[in-house]
């Protein structure tokens, strides 16, 4: 009407109230246009608007089923979803959409107790073959014995072998360990009796000595085998050439700190063979050799590791197990001591089930192979005018990358098994082919008979620790394979959606994240790592400060470097990390969580998807439903092309469906229409209400010669969980009346604004939709009566009538329009 008039002065009757009515009718037009947009979105606007030889006037299109054409007004109105399967019918591609929806989730579901199956089967193949209870039992009882029985420092009558290897700090107990402490143990050579029991039983018997702690045969002698250090440029080759000073490398292994089992097992220890010696019994010969070794500096300053090897071999749980007694000479003066095992499974299939669990496990892996290779040559050669390549990328998403990633890893781990058992067969084929003869070498001649054995030994070990690593990683691809399954079902899928939702913030979180992780880090290094060796390195102060994070810190030790410093770090890396960094990260992922819980409560649960999944299944074996792939296949991708039930049952019909029944048909419809309404039925936010208000700003702006005050920045600021008299004070309006108006019906509609007022802030939150909001609307602004108890509506209409006044109090007298 403004614009009919054109340029002029504003007609009396057009008031703060008129404005105010046209304002909020502008922001009613505007979320109009953008549920529709948004149920529409993506649809041409050929597909929307409404045919040339219609009445525009008369004829809308439905918010939701944007197909549907209704009268003025009637746009939001809900249309049962019965009509709409039956009545009006939907567009091809919605019903395509859900059954391919619906097929993707059932095969998903019913992946799930397969997925379930692969886990609990990789459990029993990877438990039995590695045998890790007697494994972890064996190695545990040899360490022991050794750190407990292997005293030594008996030479004073008040001393009675109070050391053991850990105090091993220099070359002669070096000697007083193998003379008094190791060896004795190792070797013994009398009948071990109880303490001051005054017995002498004589030598142990030949068939005693071949065992360690009862149980355990011994194979071979023991090696004892030196790494020696070449010599090294100094950093500072002026002064060390001042003062006589030779530099030496660290050799195969960093010893500046302790180094870890894992480097030790893993490190080929390329040992000097001049100085490798053999030992067998603890006889005069034995004893002979080692005086020699000590009176010849068998140890010196280039020495940086000395490893102490026997194999005992365990019958009950079939473990032949390599036992290394590690002296690591380090640079600083500081000798490091570690004992390391390295264990044999020789015969993995020594029970029937061991090959039942291998076939099962096999036989799952083989059958998801053929699955995923012929879906993935069906949708690459099926893919009509797209080309090979987008096929193939539209077919492998993520789920299906993540079937591929556990096939291929499966296989790789076949492979590396097949190599394990044939390398393990090829040692005890060495192992039986070493003479009877052997067992009583003296020194040097064990050499020739043991020397390959301890070496294949340490490379099989080596080799089966890569594997254990592997096939440590591969229950984390079966747990991706799970979440696979979890995903088609919504209430299952509240990690992965909560994830996925999230990943954005999580992204920017973790940039903000380790920045100031990676700052503290540093700060441990250069205020710890002199005194405490968790902050010595880099790679150490990293899992030190994540413990740290934890709970798990020994403040004690940072103390040592002064008690302001440890402070400092300790209150400032709490304060920042815990309290702040990790709150936010709880908060990020609690929020999506939120919304995520939400959505899926409207969404069937697992037992009402498991039953619909088992009425399918009874249903095809009574021939009473037909199969969603031949529906899917009549389907011809006219995407717009409405169907309705009755459609699949006429003859005549190019989608009909051969013994398809009226239930089935209708229950199909009826379900899509409902799966698309509960996608695209637009949910509006009090944040919207922010642009819905600008939009009715740039509607007046063209009529009006002076622009109005920018509310948009204003009400952005607003908050909007405020109590309930900051929202009065900040929407309070005050609609112009008539003065004739009766007192008693001005009082009647004060009251009932008042009403409309009181606002609950915890129902800010509540989600409402379009169709909600506007018939709110109509109720206060066309029937004259208060809106009902819906605080978020309420809070929204507060939001645009206060804005519409303001902007007609905003618009001066003398302005023209």
Same mark, same amino acid.
């Given at each position: ?322 036992? @290394?007694?590690?002296?690591?000479? =380090?640079?600083? #003066? %500081? ?7 390295? $264990?044999?499974? &020789? ?104 020397? @390959?054995?301890?070496?294949?030994? =340490?490379?099989? #070990? %080596? ?7 592997? $096939?440590?990683? &591969? ?343």
């Amino acid at each position: 009407d403004l614009q009919a008039r054109g340029p002029g002065p504003l007609p009396p009757t057009l008031g703060a109230a008129s404005l105010l009515r046209l304002g909020f009718h502008l922001g009613q037009g505007a979320m109009r246009f953008a549920a529709v947009a948004h149920a529409m979105g993506g649809r041409s606007s050929l597909q929307r608007k409404v045919s040339d030889g219609e009445d525009r006037a008369r004829i809308r299109l439905h918010s939701v089923f944007y197909w549907i054409k209704t009268a003025p007004g009637s746009e939001l109105t809900d249309i049962p979803y019965e009509d709409v399967a039956t009545t009006y019918g939907l567009p091809e591609k919605v019903i395509r959409k859900y059954l391919n929806t619906e097929m993707k989730m059932e095969a998903d579901v019913l992946s799930l107790p397969w997925a379930m199956l692969s886990v609990v089967l990789y459990a029993l193949v990877l438990l039995t073959h590695d045998n890790v209870t007697w494994a972890n039992s064996i190695e545990a009882a040899i360490s022991r014995d050794i750190a407990n029985n292997a005293n030594y420092a008996f030479g004073d009558p008040l001393n009675m072998g109070f050391k053991d290897i850990n105090d091993v700090d220099s070359f002669p107990d070096f000697w007083s360990f193998m003379n008094k402490g190791f060896m004795p143990l190792i070797y013994p050579e009398n009948v071990w009796t109880s303490e001051a029991s005054g017995l002498a039983l004589g030598p142990l018997p030949s068939r005693e000595r071949e065992f360690l702690l009862m149980r355990n045969r011994k194979i071979g002698p023991l090696r004892v085998a030196q790494v020696v250090a070449p010599d090294a440029e100094c950093a500072n080759s002026d002064l060390a050439s001042a003062y006589n000073f030779n530099c030496t490398s660290d050799g195969d292994i960093d010893m500046t700190i302790q180094p870890s089992e894992i480097q030790l097992t893993t490190a080929d220890i390329n040992a000097d063979p001049s100085k490798t010696v053999w030992l067998n019994r603890f006889g005069a010969d034995s004893r002979a050799k080692l005086a020699e070794m000590e009176r010849s500096f068998w140890l010196n300053k280039n020495t940086v590791h000395v490893q102490l090897s026997f194999i005992t071999y365990q019958g009950d749980a079939d473990l032949l197990v390599r036992t @290394d007694l590690n002296f690591m000479f =380090s640079r600083s #003066g %500081r000798i490091w001591k570690k004992i390391t095992h390295t $264990s044999l499974t &020789l015969n993995p299939y020594g029970v029937v089930w061991n090959y039942v669990w291998d076939v099962l496990f096999y036989l799952q892996v083989c059958y998801l192979l053929c699955a995923e290779t012929l879906e993935m040559f069906g949708a690459v050669f099926r893919s009509g005018q797209k080309s090979k390549w987008a096929a193939f990328k539209e077919y492998m998403g993520v789920w299906n990358a993540v079937d591929w990633v556990f096939i291929i890893t499966t296989l790789i781990r076949l492979i590396l098994w097949i190599i394990r058992v044939e390398k393990v067969k090829d040692l005890q084929a060495k192992l039986l082919a070493i003479p009877p003869e052997a067992e009583d070498c003296v020194l040097t001649a064990c050499g020739p008979y043991y020397s @390959d054995f301890f070496d294949e030994v =340490s490379t099989v #070990g %080596r080799f089966l620790a890569s594997v254990r690593e592997f $096939s440590g990683f &591969l229950p984390i691809v079966i747990m991706l394979r799970m979440f696979k399954a979890f995903s088609a079902q919504p209430r299952l899928a509240l990690v992965t959606a909560t994830l996925t939702g999230a990943g954005e913030a999580l992204l920017h979180y973790l940039v903000v994240f380790l920045a100031m992780f990676g700052s503290y880090a540093v700060m441990g290094v250069a205020l710890f790592g002199r005194e405490v060796a968790e902050f010595a390195t880099l790679d150490r102060a990293i899992p030190t400060c994540f413990r740290l994070l934890l709970g798990d810190f020994d403040f004690a030790k940072m103390e040592a470097m002064g008690r302001g410093f440890a402070f400092f770090f300790f209150f400032t890396f709490m304060f920042m990390i815990v309290l702040v960094m990790l709150s936010m990260l709880i908060a990020i992922i609690m929020d999506v969580y939120m919304v995520v819980k939400k959505n899926s409560k409207s969404s069937e649960s697992l037992v009402v998807g498991i039953l619909n999944i088992c009425r399918r299944i009874y249903q095809d074996k009574k021939k009473e439903r037909v199969c969603m792939k031949n529906i899917h296949a009549v389907l011809n991708k006219d995407d717009e092309e409405l169907i309705k039930a009755s459609m699949f049952l006429d003859p005549d019909s190019q989608y009909y469906v051969d013994a398809m029944k009226e239930k089935q048909a209708r229950r199909i419809c009826t379900e899509a229409a409902k799966a698309f309404a509960n996608k695209y039925t637009p949910v509006v936010r009090p944040g919207h209400v922010f642009k819905f208000i600008n939009t009715i700003l740039d509607e007046l702006a063209p009529f009006c010669s002076t622009r109005a005050v920018d509310f948009y920045s204003r009400l952005s600021k607003q908050d909007l969980l405020a109590q309930d008299d900051k929202l009065k004070n900040a929407f309070t309006i005050s609609v112009d009346m008539p003065e004739e108006r009766d007192p008693a019906e001005l009082a009647e509609e004060k009251a009932a604004e008042e009403g409309v007022y009181e606002v609950s802030a915890t129902g800010l939150a509540r989600e409402f939709t379009v169709d909600e909001l506007l018939r709110a609307a109509a109720k206060k602004m066309e029937l004259g009566v208060h809106v009902p108890a819906w605080p978020g509506a309420t809070e929204v209409i507060k939001q645009a009538l206060s804005s519409a006044q303001a902007l007609a109090a905003n618009i001066k007298p003398d302005t023209t329009c």
